[in-house]
């Protein structure tokens, strides 16, 4: 991730920006954020709240449950906001959002400007066209299909601290498997190189 406070071209990617209108009537320091491919743009391990406008790249938002099971949520390229939801609400502790390729964003602290942004109308009516739409496609998406090995990958990344799987018992019972199957899954994981074993069920996520 790589953060840019060059005036003109900031001033260059608002000017190009489908919502320039909005953005030029706000009184805010806004600077780019570049980042490269399987990159999180926004996840729950991070602090700082930010509103992110996509002008270069497409991103992918999704959500990891407790027993790893990944759903797609929404897909999302120039002009898709990031961070519309967490100006009304806590941030969720399970949605994602990951760089497809090479992105560029406009971005801004959300805490910093939060009070004046709900007094912009016209910003207001950004949001909630923008989460109407995120509505429309959440209803049209399933839920990816998951092996029982991509759910143990997507668990130990997200879910584990340290990237770390700690008792097969306990683990198998929030991934709705038996101990056996969790077993076998993690030897064929540690054969293939994905994960390392550090202990009597503890498996470390590479």
């Given at each position: 991730?790589?953060?840019?406070?060059?005036?003109?071209?900031?001033?260059?990617?608002?000017?190009?920006?489908?919502?320039?209108?909005v953005?030029?009537a706000?009184?805010?320091?806004?600077?780019?954020?570049?980042?490269?491919?399987?990159?999180?743009?926004?996840?729950?391990?991070?602090?700082?709240?930010?509103?992110?406008?996509?002008?270069?790249?497409?991103?992918?938002?999704?959500?990891?449950?407790d027993?790893?099971?990944?759903?797609?949520?929404?897909?999302?390229?120039?002009?898709?906001?990031?961070?519309?939801?967490d100006?009304?609400?806590?941030?969720?502790?399970?949605?994602?959002?990951?760089?497809?390729?090479?992105?560029?964003?406009?971005?801004?602290?959300?805490?910093?400007?939060?009070?004046?942004?709900?007094?912009?109308?016209?910003?207001?009516?950004?949001?909630?066209?923008?989460?109407?739409?995120?509505?429309?496609?959440?209803?049209?998406?399933?839920?990816?299909?998951?092996?029982?090995?991509?759910?143990v990958?997507?668990?130990?990344?997200y879910?584990?601290?340290?990237?770390?799987?700690?008792?097969?018992?306990?683990?198998?019972?929030?991934?709705?498997?038996?101990?056996r199957?969790?077993?076998?899954?993690?030897?064929q994981?540690?054969?293939?190189?994905?994960?390392?074993?550090?202990?009597?069920?503890?498996?470390?996520?590479?």
């Amino acid at each position: 991730m790589e953060r840019i406070y060059d005036k003109k071209k900031i001033r260059d990617y608002i000017a190009k920006s489908k919502y320039h209108a909005v953005l030029d009537a706000l009184d805010i320091d806004f600077y780019l954020i570049k980042y490269e491919k399987g990159e999180l743009v926004s996840s729950p391990f991070q602090n700082e709240l930010l509103f992110q406008i996509v002008e270069q790249g497409s991103i992918n938002i999704y959500l990891i449950r407790d027993d790893g099971t990944r759903y797609s949520l929404s897909t999302g390229t120039t002009d898709y906001l990031l961070g519309d939801m967490d100006i009304f609400y806590p941030k969720s502790s399970n949605i994602y959002a990951e760089a497809a390729e090479s992105l560029t964003c406009i971005s801004f602290s959300i805490e910093q400007y939060k009070e004046a942004l709900l007094s912009e109308n016209q910003f207001l009516i950004l949001l909630c066209n923008s989460l109407s739409a995120k509505m429309g496609e959440i209803t049209a998406f399933d839920a990816a299909p998951a092996s029982l090995t991509e759910r143990v990958t997507s668990y130990m990344k997200y879910k584990c601290r340290d990237k770390t799987l700690q008792g097969i018992e306990k683990t198998a019972f929030r991934l709705h498997c038996s101990a056996r199957q969790l077993q076998r899954v993690l030897n064929q994981m540690e054969s293939s190189g994905l994960v390392k074993k550090s202990g009597k069920g503890t498996y470390k996520l590479k």
